[in-house]
């Protein structure tokens, strides 16, 4: 079984819609959670942490449920500018080993 | 502060040769990771290292491919006698030393291998 599962998508969504990702982990000792997002040919890029309680940067929100062991990103008035490839990414270890696990992506595609 | 620096950007290299690729991670960080990317793939980790202690290789093939990351000096990803499904994307993340919770990963731009 994989670490971290994802549903690959693509979404296509049209502009000022909003989408819902969900990804699932395997090992309920993960620690930190995260979204990362991947442009076309470019490295990822951390969108941001995902927190116990739940959070939110603008039009972007991230909640963790540890007891079902999934992690959700939601996309408020999706703009063109997010069409990407979206990451879930969990990471767990000690004081000196910090491993990263990676899904697969979803892909997001934005329309006029 | 310079982030995650990785070189050459691009490389081609005709089979049977050797490619080294390299990766400075951000400064102060002690942790350094590899992934391979082939197109329309997802990341694909390698190998996880310290200074001059291969932590986690599970991801790497068990010929050709070797890493390093030596005491003084970027890490070294090194394939030898590259064939063409060598070709990918190889991107270098480093983070902090742990112990606190929501250390990120920070990727570098990655290097593109092309086997002719």
């Known amino acids: 079984r994989k670490e971290v599962e994802q549903d690959p998508g693509p979404f296509n969504v049209p502009e000022g819609a909003t989408v819902a990702f969900n990804c699932t982990y395997s090992n309920s000792a993960s620690q930190s959670f995260f979204w990362y997002r991947q442009d076309c040919r470019k490295e990822p890029k951390l969108l941001m942490s995902?927190?116990?309680s739940g959070n939110e940067d603008g039009r972007f929100t991230a909640q963790l449920n540890r007891a079902s062991q999934y992690i959700s990103l939601l996309i408020r008035d999706s703009k063109l500018s997010d069409s990407a490839t979206y990451l879930c990414v969990v990471s767990r270890g000690t004081y000196n080993f910090n491993k990263f696990y990676f899904g697969s992506g979803t892909k997001l595609n934005v329309k006029p | 502060n310079a982030g995650v620096m990785q070189n050459p950007r691009h490389l081609v290299r005709r089979r049977g040769q050797e490619a080294r690729l390299r990766c400075s991670p951000v400064?102060?960080?002690?942790?350094v990771y590899w992934y391979r990317q082939l197109p329309e793939e997802g990341l694909k980790f390698m190998v996880y290292?310290?200074?001059?202690?291969?932590?986690?290789e599970s991801g790497m093939p068990k010929e050709r491919f070797s890493a390093e990351f030596p005491k003084e000096g970027p890490s070294i990803l090194r394939i030898q006698q590259v064939v063409r499904g060598d070709s990918a994307a190889y991107f270098c993340?480093?983070?902090?030393?742990?112990?606190?919770?929501?250390?990120?990963?920070?990727f570098g731009q990655g290097t593109r291998l092309t086997v002719v």
């Open positions: 995902v927190y116990s």
């Open positions: 290292l310290q200074k001059e202690n291969i932590i986690d």
């Open positions: 993340a480093s983070s902090p030393p742990s112990g606190q919770l929501n250390t990120e990963a920070f």
């Open positions: 400064k102060g960080h002690s942790h």
